[in-house]
């Protein structure tokens, strides 16, 4: 079973689109606030294709994760009653509480943290929104982690360029089947903890 190999051709042919840059947009919006694949996805390729628009391409995905981030702060501060049992069924709700109580103790740098680690971050995006953090600070904690993240990614991959893709390819797999396997393995400390 190869699913990540075959979503990485993939996204490599997509990178060479001309509404590329609109596609990652698109995607890191919507993971902000509601849709499950993170960027890297398609950021990661479109650096890799493009080396010289890797910035660029950071550029977007910061701006539309931050713009959807906006979104699910919106969603949370307005209309929680509404999604938290989306967030039940989703299994999201054990770390939406925890985020929760992680806001309540370190409020801005939660944001921080959340933006550049591969935790959901839709789930610290709503809990903002529902705790009433900051608008401002949140949206700042957003571009700053955010943008560490998505722009690390970019410059690692646009630095490595066309002489790492052979080695990405031929380690594709094992590397998204051991980064399934670190989530599972967090969740159940967490669970555990």
């Known amino acids: 079973m190869h699913p990540f190999s075959w979503l990485y051709v993939r996204m490599l042919l997509w990178a060479g689109h001309p509404r590329a840059p609109w596609y990652l947009g698109t995607l890191s ?32 995905t910061t701006l539309a994760s931050v713009a959807g981030g906006v979104l699910g702060y919106f969603i949370g501060y307005f209309a929680l009653a509404l999604v938290e049992p989306w967030i039940q069924t989703a299994g999201q709700y054990d770390a939406y509480q925890q985020a929760r109580d992680w806001f309540a103790d370190w409020g801005f740098w939660v944001v921080l943290l959340a933006g550049f680690s591969p935790i959901p971050y839709k789930v610290f995006t709503i809990a903002a929104g529902a705790m009433g953090v900051g608008l401002l600070p949140f949206i700042v904690a957003s571009l700053v982690g955010r943008g560490s993240r998505f722009y690390a990614v970019a410059g690692l991959v646009s630095w490595g360029g066309p002489k790492v893709e052979p080695l990405l390819r031929a380690w594709i797999d094992r590397l998204g089947w051991a980064t399934v396997a670190l989530l599972v393995f967090g969740y159940v400390i967490y669970q555990v903890l």
């Open 29 to 60: 919006f919507a993971e902000s606030s509601f849709f499950p694949i993170p960027p890297d996805v398609m950021l990661a390729p479109m650096s890799l294709a493009r080396p010289q628009r890797a910035m660029w391409y950071a550029t977007v």
